[in-house]
């Protein structure tokens, strides 16, 4: 049952994520919403990547115990650069809506265009 603490921890965080872009009606925090859900796929690939008793795989020389998976962590480490892309180019839009509309509130923005 311990072992399966992080993958509920996963769906747990990726739930309020999904919760909060599917109710909320700001722009701003709908896009917290998609960082949050960013934050639950780096955990995912963290706790596929982790070996009980693992070791780092930076050694040259193995010493012959079981190392943990450094594929996840690159790709970790590769979703924490897109996710703070993806994040300050939907801050720019918001932005840009915002000075346009004068507002991030999204029924004032169907309002508005119509």
Do not use: C, D, W
């Not at 996963?10 to 917290?32: Q, R």
């Not at 934050?39 to 693992?54: D, I, K, M, P």
């Not at 480490?77 to 180019?89: E, R």
């Not at 991030?104 to 508005?112: A, D, G, Y």
């Amino acid at each position: 049952m311990i072992e399966e603490i992080p993958y509920l921890a996963v769906v747990l965080i990726a739930g309020i994520g999904i919760a909060t872009i599917l109710l909320k009606k700001n722009l701003i925090k709908m896009i917290m919403g998609l960082a949050i859900i960013e934050g639950a796929a780096n955990l995912f690939l963290v706790t596929l990547g982790y070996r009980e008793g693992g070791i780092a795989p930076i050694f040259t020389n193995n010493p012959g115990g079981e190392m943990v998976l450094p594929t996840v962590q690159a790709m970790t480490l590769t979703n924490i650069v897109i996710g703070f892309a993806t994040s300050a180019l939907l801050l720019a839009f918001a932005i840009m809506i915002y000075r346009r509309y004068g507002s991030v509130e999204t029924k004032n923005i169907r309002r508005l265009r119509e």
